[in-house]
């Protein structure tokens, strides 16, 4: 523990709230879903990690949230002050510690659902560093805070939300920018209050008001500087719920089990947290804990749990298992259905026992990319609800439209290998991942009825783009597809010129996400989503990552001869179909 943590416990000063995933209101109407029971811990998240790691991946909390992130005056971001995480845009957490980022996919391999990490401490200054560097450059994609939180969800695929503990500065305007900036990063954003209630109430109306469900709810400490917080009394959100958490130098797991029945039978509260980890590492009181939070806060007989993602590409069908959990004694029956779908994607339950089939079947045409589905159970009024993402990629095949502007001679990077091979190339990224062939295919990826020709695995398959110029047959084409990714960050305005038999040129400027985190950019469609990478040493990664598909319209009174690449080896291109 640093001597900023030490301080802070010496003082009692206002703690640390967790953060949950938290149930969605719909009028006056709740839907009565158990929350999630987070767990606040510092260095033991990264230090000497893995038998942490396990100890809360099955411990029942089924969310962790790490303490916490310093924001330097030169938006460097960085743990405790002792554990660098980003530094001008570029993740370099992996330098001190290299297993942290796999850690954080680790602990959702068990019970842990989400993963959330906290920003600020009581007397000292990192709000007002955001207040500074906000007001100074503002919240756009040149800013040091939009890069270095980029890099940092890029990094760490696992995060999804972050924590704001002010306590000092409490600057609405910036507070606000902030975290409409990080929600548009695709973060869930959570205040951590324990008094100023009117301050809070308005960050959250107008952040949501510019990025609706960004926050998504309120931690409350009820400890320390927040000790007579009641989640009930004084602090309305509206539709945004109230999470109250205690600690355990106060009080035990029976006593936290007692504390929150009660705000759950005056409120209905249905999800708790605990701080901190630190004070109980390894000696069992975190499964006492989490059964105590999850025991108090259930309002339900039964619970939903499906697969995080569910994959699919055009013209095929996806299985998934959606479960049941009962609590004891329950035994009526639960009817299964899910939310609207993407277009061209239909879904059906099979079966009637605590373990539904889900069954998937997108057309040939449906719509690529990544939607929120809900999966929603009643049994008579009891209304449980769980969520998974559905991602749809290009589909499979061996036909198609389109003339191929083959990429032979130009391939200059092993992008792509199958899984269990070991290679020195430096992968697709230089770094020693790649895409894996055994998801990608080594053939053909057809996307709409277009076809795009693919390079085969474990050799040059990828072309970093160095202003190459490649062609098709000249012909009177309508539009040329590109498929491609970046590596290494986002790459913003990349030119592709587009050469004309008659010597002109039109310039196609699309921004192309990361391969891991996919920014849906302008004209931005998915290509492939695939659920892990591939390591040199012959691992998986569990990060997923995709492909991107561009479409660059050409002009139909001109015959096309060529299209020219960027001149940015972080762009790596696989294949090009021009269709009339």
Known sequence: MTNRTKLRRLAQLPRRTAIFLFVLFSGATAF??????????????????????????NSGFTEAIIWNIEVKTNGDLNFNGEFPLVSNGVYIGAQLHPDFAANMALLKQGTVKRVTFSIGSSNVGDWQDVKALV????????????????????????????????????????????????????????????????????????INTQLPGTVDGVHLQAYAGGSGNNPCVGWDFGSVPVWPGLWDLFDTPAQVESI??????????????????????????AAQYAAAINTAVSNSSFTLSAPGTV?????????????????????????????KLPKGVRGSFQGHGDNRKLRLTATSTAATGFTTVTITGTSGDIVETTTFTLAVSSGTGTTGIG??????GFFNVNAAYTDGTTYTTGGIDGGGYSISSTLLGTTFRIYNGISFI??????????ACSRQSVGPTTAPYSAIYVLATAVNGSQLTQPFPLHYTDNTVTTATPSISDWAFPQSFNGELEGVAMPYRNFSNGTQDQTPVNLYLYKFDLNPAKTFQAIGFPNNPNVIVFAVTAVP
Request: contains cysteine.
């Open 32 to 57: 009565a879903q158990t929350g999630y029971t987070g767990i606040f811990g510092g260095g033991p998240f990264y230090i000497n990690a893995t038998n942490n790691i396990t100890e809360i991946a």
């Open 135 to 206: 007001n100074s450059q503002g919240t756009g994609m040149d800013s040091i805070l939009y890069k270095n939180f980029a890099a940092l969800k890029a990094a760490i695929p696992a995060l999804d939300a972050l924590d704001f503990d002010d306590e000092n500065s409490f600057d609405s305007p910036t507070t606000i920018a902030f975290g409409v900036m990080l929600g548009q990063l695709g973060y869930k954003v959570n205040p951590d209050a324990f008094n100023n209630a009117s301050y809070w109430q308005n960050v959250v109306a107008q």
């Open 260 to 285: 929150m029945s009660g705000w759950n039978n005056q409120c209905g509260i249905n999800g708790g947290f605990m701080w901190l980890y630190d004070d109980f590492v390894g000696n069992g009181l």
């Open 311 to 339: 994959y699919i590409n055009q013209g095929s069908t996806a299985q998934a298992t959606v479960t049941i959990n009962r609590a004891e004694g329950f035994t009526d029956d639960v009817t299964l259905k899910l939310s």
């Open 403 to 408: 003339t191929q502007v083959f990429l032979n």
């Open 454 to 463: 693919l390079a085969g695995a474990n050799q040059l398959n990828g072309v």
